[in-house]
């Protein structure tokens, strides 16, 4: 019934930076935390980082120093800069409405490439 939509992938050589959106029809933090995945190719989908309502975040410790996460209620987005970027960090990178508990509200994920 709710459904983000993540834009901003793309491909970047190493060392470089992406910032993806994770933008929602309504408020993006009324059902609770917001929270970006990611999922490399033959990997599981691991949790990046996450960001409440009042500005609370914490981060993976694979990208802890180099990704901040960050709200713009007014514009219903959640925002990931990622800098500093690794060829392990290629994934498709999805943000979930629902960080944290059982019941999802996914999008559909965007391409990160990171490659010389």
């Known amino acids: 019934q709710v459904q983000p939509v993540e834009s901003g992938g793309g491909l970047v050589q190493p060392g470089g930076s992406l910032r993806l959106s994770c933008a929602a029809s309504?408020?993006?933090?009324?059902?609770?935390?917001v929270g970006w995945y990611r999922q490399g190719p033959g990997k599981e989908r691991e949790v990046v980082a996450t960001?409440?309502?009042?500005?609370?975040?914490n981060y993976a410790d694979s990208v802890k120093g180099r990704f901040t996460i960050s709200g713009d209620n007014a514009k219903n987005t959640v925002y990931l800069q990622m800098n500093s970027l690794k060829p392990e960090d290629t994934a498709v990178y999805y943000c979930?409405?629902?960080?944290?508990?059982?019941?999802?509200?996914w999008g559909r994920g965007t391409q990160v490439t990171v490659s010389a």
């Open positions: 960001i409440t309502s009042g500005g609370s975040t």
């Open positions: 309504g408020s993006i933090f009324s059902l609770g935390a």
């Open positions: 979930n409405l629902r960080a944290g508990t059982p019941w999802g509200s």
